[in-house]
């Protein structure tokens, strides 16, 4: 599993911190700029936009579930997390 920043404002050691502050054990990246515009052309602008909070998944076999928006508590999230690893 591995959750990807998209924040262009935000950094590596920032993102280290917020898993580690929330106990996420899981891989966190900040996506490159390649990989962002490669998102809005697939899915639009609304998965890009930090403060709307967007999560989608890709299994394993790289089909996309798409997600919600908002804020999740850090105990929402590893229950997310949890039901796609299985």
Do not use: C, H
């Not at 920043?5 to 911190?17: G, M, T």
């Not at 930090?50 to 996309?64: C, D, I, K, N, Q």
């Amino acid at each position: 599993m591995i959750s990807l920043d998209i924040d262009s404002s935000e950094n590596v050691a920032q993102l280290r911190a917020y898993a580690d502050r929330n106990g996420f054990t899981w891989r966190f990246a900040v996506a490159p700029k390649e990989m962002l515009e490669a998102l809005q052309r697939a899915y639009g602008t609304q998965f890009l936009t930090p403060t709307a909070e967007p999560m989608f998944f890709v299994s394993p076999a790289l089909r996309p579930s798409l997600g919600s928006f908002g804020r999740r508590d850090a105990g929402t999230m590893r229950s997310l997390v949890a039901a796609q690893r299985t």
